[in-house]
C-alpha cells in the first residue's frame, strides 16, 4: 500500500509541475500538453512518466537534447516520498487525517517554488489552502476554529507591520497573506513556532548567500515564501515538542 500510495504521490508531483510553470503566467493548466521549455516540441506521452522517463532521458529533452529543469524529478521525487511517509503514519486508520495532509503538502510545494522562481505567492492557492482546512477543522475539530482564526488575524497583523515598516523590501504582500493561512492552519503555537523557524532559516540562507557572493547585501532579495513553507512543515513535524516547551512556560 505505501508503494502504491509512493507512485500516486509521484504522478501528483508531476501534475504539481505543470502548476508551477503554468499557473504564474496564468496558461490552462487541464488542457494543453506539456512542452518542451527549449524547443517548444510536445512531450509524448511515454516521456512523462515520473521520474522513470526524467532518468531513462538523462534528464535531457528527447527533440532538442536541452536540459530538463532539476526541480522537475526534485518535485516528484519528494511528493513520492511525503505520500509513502503519510500512508505509513495515517493508513488505514486515520484516512482523513491521511487526506487532509496529503493535500497541505500539495498545496505548499507550489508555493514553494513558484515564489522561488517568480517571486509570488498565488491567491488561489492560498484560498485553497483556507477551505480545505475550515472543512477539515469543521469536520475533525470545529472548537479550534476560534482559535485558528485569532491566530491568523494576529500573525497577519504582524507581518502586515513588517510590511509597511520595510516599504514592501523586507517582505512582499503574498507573504502577509501567507501569514494569516499560516497562522488559520496551524493556531497558537504552532504557528509561532513556524513564523519563528522561517525567520531563521531565512536569515542563515541569506548570510550564507552573501557570503558567498550570491546575493549583495540591502541590494538582492530573497523569496521568503519557501522559508515559512519549511516553517510549516517544521512545525508539524516537532509539533508535541513544541506545545510541551510552550506549556512548560505557562503559555
Known amino acids: 500500500m505505501i508503494i502504491f500510495i509512493g507512485v500516486v504521490g509521484a504522478c501528483i508531483g508531476s501534475f504539481l509541475n505543470v502548476v508551477i510553470d503554468r499557473l504564474p503566467v496564468s496558461k490552462n493548466i487541464f488542457i494543453s500538453r506539456s512542452v518542451c521549455e527549449h524547443c517548444k516540441k ?29 526541480r522537475i524529478l526534485l518535485v516528484e521525487v519528494t511528493t513520492a516520498l511525503i505520500f509513502s511517509l503519510l500512508a505509513y503514519m495515517f493508513l488505514p486508520g486515520s ?39 475550515v472543512v477539515f477543522y469543521l469536520f475533525t475539530s470545529p472548537t479550534l476554529l ?33 501569514a494569516f493561512i499560516i497562522g488559520f492552519l496551524l493556531s497558537y503555537p504552532g504557528a509561532i513556532f513556524a513564523i519563528y523557524t522561517a525567520f531563521l532559516t531565512g536569515a542563515v540562507v541569506s548570510i550564507i548567500l552573501i557570503l558567498i557572493g550570491k546575493k549583495r547585501f540591502r541590494k538582492d532579495s530573497v523569496p521568503f515564501g519557501p522559508f515559512l513553507v519549511i516553517g510549516i512543515i517544521m512545525s508539524y513535524i516537532f509539533q508535541d515538542f513544541v506545545k510541551k516547551i510552550f506549556a512548560s512556560f505557562g503559555l
Open 42 to 70: 510536445k512531450i509524448k506521452w511515454y516521456d512523462l512518466i515520473p521520474i522513470v522517463s526524467f532518468i531513462l532521458l538523462s534528464g535531457k529533452c528527447r527533440s532538442c537534447k536541452a536540459k530538463i529543469p532539476t
Open 95 to 133: 484516512f482523513p487525517d491521511f487526506l487532509f495532509f496529503a493535500t497541505m503538502f500539495s498545496l505548499l510545494i507550489p508555493i514553494f517554488f513558484i515564489d522561488l522562481k517568480y517571486g509570488i505567492i498565488p491567491d488561489r492557492i492560498l484560498v485553497l489552502i483556507f477551505a480545505v482546512t
Open 146 to 178: 476560534l482559535n485558528a482564526f485569532i491566530t491568523g488575524f494576529v500573525t497577519l497583523l504582524f507581518f502586515l507591520f513588517l510590511f509597511v515598516i520595510t516599504r514592501q523590501k523586507g517582505i512582499g504582500f503574498g507573504d502577509v497573506k501567507f
